[in-house]
């Protein structure tokens, strides 16, 4: 229809606006979900449309009285007689079980097996008794297995000091060092050296009380230290030191590297490398650790952003690297990484908090942890683990 021809049409019908007649569609190309096509009707006008009856004109339900009724209780259909329902089988006709002397009979008390008694059962072999898995040559690697580690490089030209060489010797440490050749029990070369400082070749002889001292193979032994015992090699209390869980896991002498308290657990490196227990010993290498913390109560939110700010102690001001609660139910427990090498410096802090440390447990240090090493136990590093601690990429 022509623009003006509909406009015509508009203003004839009296204003209203003519209705456009719907095309009735049919598309037989596109399937539908049964198989068949679409097709588009023309749906009815709006007052052409079938109206819903009033309210009034709709059916309505039954009044209460004319719904149809259940049948009275002496009308329903009763249930059969008792003596009308089908019987079960009388007792006679029933399967019976075997009489008694027709049972198969258990061995009488005295013919049955006996236990053996308590002393003649065969032990179980102690603990230190229990044989070992033989050792694996093709496992790739054993955590009792002593490895035999690439050596530094050095120049073998370059002078060292005396009481250095005896400390990668293991014969003591370097402090025991000086006090042995101030008494002049050390020759160098045949002859007694008694000033400290002396710098000697690796080549050099060197005699300790007469015996020819060499420097050891290095060793590097990592311990899950724990509750109870002393982190030193000799106790003059003697009581029992961390030197006891270790024994027979070489023949070297090896010493604890920095200490833990005795009621302390966790992380303990044990070496003869003096060099490298001298570096993850001072505070200039700044060594991660990083403790799990037990209190006695909940720690709030105030206190853990100050030990994080820092506090002050009597020894200066110590400030947390990072912490934060390890237990999101439990706030007694708490994470703290620190680098500080202070005496105590965990439990300081705490107790300066007005909190008491019930348990105290290191889990990092410098880059090792005690995975796969349980309570008590030990094992040998890595090559990958010694080669990481000698570049100081423990942080």
């Given at each position: 229809?022509?623009?003006?021809?509909?406009?015509?049409?508009?203003?004839?019908?009296?204003?209203?606006?003519?209705?456009?007649?719907?095309?009735?569609?049919?598309?037989?190309?596109?399937?539908?979900?049964?198989?068949?096509?679409?097709?588009?009707?023309?749906?009815?006008?709006?007052?052409?449309?079938?109206?819903?009856?009033?309210?009034?004109?709709?059916?309505?339900?039954?009044?209460?009285?004319?719904?149809?009724?259940?049948?009275?209780?002496?009308?329903?259909?009763?249930?059969?007689?008792?003596?009308?329902?089908?019987?079960?089988?009388?007792?006679?006709?029933?399967?019976?079980?075997?009489?008694?002397?027709?049972?198969?009979?258990?061995?009488?008390?005295?013919?049955?097996?006996?236990?053996?008694?308590?002393?003649?059962?065969?032990?179980?072999?102690?603990?230190?008794?229990?044989?070992?898995?033989?050792?694996?040559?093709?496992?790739?690697?054993?955590?009792?297995?002593?490895?035999?580690?690439?050596?530094?490089?050095?120049?073998?030209?370059?002078?060292?000091?005396?009481?250095?060489?005896?400390?990668?010797?293991?014969?003591?440490?370097?402090?025991?060092?000086?006090?042995?050749?101030?008494?002049?029990?050390?020759?160098?070369?045949?002859?007694?050296?008694?000033?400290?400082?002396?710098?000697?070749?690796?080549?050099?002889?060197?005699?300790?009380?007469?015996?020819?001292?060499?420097?050891?193979?290095?060793?590097?032994?990592?311990?899950?230290?724990?509750?109870?015992?002393?982190?030193?090699?000799?106790?003059?209390?003697?009581?029992?030191?961390?030197?006891?869980?270790?024994?027979?896991?070489?023949?070297?002498?090896?010493?604890?590297?920095?200490?833990?308290?005795?009621?302390?657990?966790?992380?303990?490196?044990?070496?003869?490398?003096?060099?490298?227990?001298?570096?993850?010993?001072?505070?200039?290498?700044?060594?991660?650790?990083?403790?799990?913390?037990?209190?006695?109560?909940?720690?709030?939110?105030?206190?853990?952003?100050?030990?994080?700010?820092?506090?002050?102690?009597?020894?200066?001001e110590i400030h947390a690297d990072a912490i934060e609660y390890s237990d999101a139910t439990d706030k007694k427990q708490v994470g703290i990484e620190i680098h500080s090498g202070r005496n105590r410096i965990v439990r300081r802090i705490f107790e300066h908090l007005g909190y008491k440390v019930l348990k105290l447990d290191r889990v990092y240090f410098a880059g090792l942890t005690k995975?796969?090493?349980?309570?008590?136990?030990?094992?040998?590093?890595?090559?990958?683990?010694?080669?990481?601690?000698?570049?100081?990429?423990?942080?």
């Amino acid at each position: 229809m022509a623009n003006e021809d509909w406009k015509k049409a508009f203003s004839e019908e009296g204003g209203q606006r003519p209705r456009r007649p719907r095309i009735q569609r049919t598309n037989t190309s596109a399937p539908t979900p049964m198989g068949g096509s679409y097709q588009h009707r023309e749906r009815p006008a709006y007052g052409e449309r079938p109206q819903r009856p009033s309210y009034g004109e709709r059916p309505q339900r039954p009044a209460y009285g004319e719904r149809p009724q259940r049948p009275a209780y002496g009308e329903r259909p009763q249930r059969p007689a008792y003596g009308e329902r089908p019987q079960r089988p009388s007792y006679g006709e029933r399967p019976q079980r075997p009489a008694y002397g027709e049972r198969p009979q258990r061995p009488a008390y005295g013919e049955r097996p006996q236990r053996p008694a308590y002393g003649e059962r065969p032990q179980r072999p102690g603990y230190g008794s229990r044989p070992r898995k033989p050792y694996n040559p093709n496992a790739k690697y054993s955590f009792k297995k002593q490895i035999e580690y690439k050596e530094a490089h050095y120049d073998p030209n370059e002078p060292m000091r005396l009481n250095k060489f005896l400390a990668n010797a293991g014969v003591c440490s370097r402090r025991e060092a000086d006090e042995f050749i101030a008494a002049g029990v050390v020759k160098v070369n045949g002859e007694i050296v008694t000033e400290l400082g002396t710098k000697i070749k690796p080549t050099d002889e060197v005699r300790f009380h007469e015996d020819t001292v060499s420097i050891e193979k290095k060793v590097y032994v990592l311990l899950n230290k724990p509750k109870g015992y002393v982190t030193t090699v000799e106790d003059p209390q003697d009581r029992k030191t961390v030197m006891d869980l270790v024994k027979g896991a070489c023949r070297e002498r090896i010493y604890p590297v920095g200490r833990l308290d005795r009621n302390t657990t966790g992380v303990l490196l044990l070496t003869n490398d003096g060099e490298l227990a001298a570096k993850l010993t001072h505070p200039q290498y700044r060594k991660k650790k990083i403790y799990h913390v037990h209190l006695d109560r909940n720690v709030t939110a105030a206190d853990m952003r100050l030990i994080a700010d820092g506090i002050q102690l009597d020894d200066g001001e110590i400030h947390a690297d990072a912490i934060e609660y390890s237990d999101a139910t439990d706030k007694k427990q708490v994470g703290i990484e620190i680098h500080s090498g202070r005496n105590r410096i965990v439990r300081r802090i705490f107790e300066h908090l007005g909190y008491k440390v019930l348990k105290l447990d290191r889990v990092y240090f410098a880059g090792l942890t005690k995975k796969l090493v349980k309570r008590g136990d030990w094992r040998f590093l890595t090559e990958k683990e010694v080669n990481m601690l000698r570049m100081g990429a423990f942080e």
